[in-house]
């Protein structure tokens, strides 16, 4: 349960990371609180959207996606399939994570903290999860908490 | 699982939440940041001196003004396809000094005047055309915010402006008088959409092609034939 519980607040907190950069993005927040510049530079490259959206935008989804998919994985602990799902999604953002890590480090050339801190959130979230799978996974008695 | 934990980690995820709120709503609640203000009294200071932003030499034979809002969609196209041809074939040959004047549309164009500001107080530094391309050219980035003055402000260090100046430059609005006094003078010119190019004493209303103003150009002052 620790492992869902963390996963959970780490949706959350990823949750108001992404809304303040997508808000940021839309022009509802004046200025980024970011101490490099860097934030200002990846979030006004053309890379800041991807298929048409903000990249923001998949954060705030996927992170409010992972929130219900924990909160239901507490709700209901014999269910598999709200588990599976958590370590499926936060594995495909943790995928989505390097290949936007990548384009700052390499292309932009510009590091934003504000991105950094979501991709240690989405990175933690991944462990928690696949740490849960395996429990889950594992014969009664021979993993725990 | 232990009732106490559930209730703990409820509570922390409730204190979480209502925190998140709050950061984000105050952020978002908060008025934007920077206005510059139409109805603004012209003081001589403002215009002393100042006959609007140039490019080209001082000896060129013939001075085109342009009036122009930022935030104009025409304007923004001229600057962005037309201009680039302007200025390699005409202003650096020497045959055109360019002077750019602010004609904001307050109706219908509510950050035009930050825009303006933001190029002003570029201008400062010395970087006022690096701010003004910038600004036109990232226009779909800043013309639908709410508050684009910290979209200006990251232009501003992405051409190198002296930050904490150019904040100061800002907050002061020193400039919404000289803003203020070329809108003046495009209406008392005739001036009555954007953009508008005065040359050789006419205007020009709307987008001109750059063979337009070539052709007007080479009529005005024939081009030095080339040396054989």
Redesign the interface.
Known sequence: ?KYR?AA??LS??G??VS??LY??K???????ACGT?GC??VQ?SPFSRFLGLEVALYGVVGYLVLLVLSMDT?RR?AAAISSRLLLILSGAGLAFTIYLTYLELFVIKAICRWCVGSAVIITLIFIVALLDWRRRAAPPGSLSQ | MAAGEMKRFYTILGVLGVAGLAVIGYLVMRRPTISIPANVQVLPADTAGFRGYFLGSDSAPIEITEYADYQCPACQDFETVQMPSVEERLIQTGRVRWRYRDFPLDQIHRHTRVAAHSAACADEQGKYWDQHHRIYSWTPDWTTKSDPSGIFRDYAKAVGLDVPKYDACMESKKYAGRIEASSREGVAVGVTSTPTFLIGGRLYPGRMAFDEIKKLVDSLSPAPAAKP
């Open positions: 349960m519980m959970a607040l959350l907190a949750f108001f809304l303040y808000l940021y839309i022009g509802r927040i004046g200025t980024l510049g200002e530079t006004t507490l602990p």
